[in-house]
């Protein structure tokens, strides 16, 4: 029992964090706090390639992106919160696919697009989630 609340709240401080940094893209993005960011952004798609991206649109994606990302760690959250604390068995399973919808295409198209700063953070954020998954299967998977 304490196993499984150790990771429901590695969940809820993950989750958390989803948000807060959704919440950073979205205030944050055309800031000196983002420098950060845009060098590696920039490191992966240079300015030679004749690549010409409007400020207004990168902060408009920015907001768009971090508007999603602060939904989608509420909607998690919310899970964690009620049916995924009352070990309710389809919980374990959407947040399992819906990592997996998520991390498979994004790291594929960062891959083939060169961002592999993403593809380092998408997988430790993956693995980060997949953790807490494996050690509380059990818990949601008795007969």
């Given amino acids: 029992m304490k196993s499984f609340k150790f990771w429901r709240c590695w969940l809820i401080i ?17 800031t000196k706090l983002f420098t950060p960011f845009n060098i590696l952004i920039n490191g992966s798609f240079p300015v030679n390639e004749g690549l010409n991206v409007p400020n207004r649109l990168l902060i408009w994606l920015y907001a768009i992106l971090g508007a999603t990302m ?8 919310y899970l964690l919160q009620n049916a995924f604390a009352r070990k309710e068995r389809w919980t374990w399973y ?3 696919v819906g990592m997996l919808a998520w991390f498979i295409p994004d790291t594929f198209m960062s891959y083939f697009c060169g961002a592999y700063f993403n593809v380092i953070l998408n997988s430790f954020l993956f693995l ?14 008795r007969k």
């Fill in 128 to 141: 980060a989630f997949l953790m807490p998954l494996i050690f509380t299967f059990k818990v949601f998977n």
């Fill in 14 to 30: 993950l989750s958390s964090i989803i948000i807060l940094f959704g919440l950073f893209l979205v205030l944050f993005s055309n």
């Fill in 94 to 96: 959407a947040i399992s």
């Fill in 70 to 77: 602060i939904g989608w760690g509420i909607f998690i959250l």
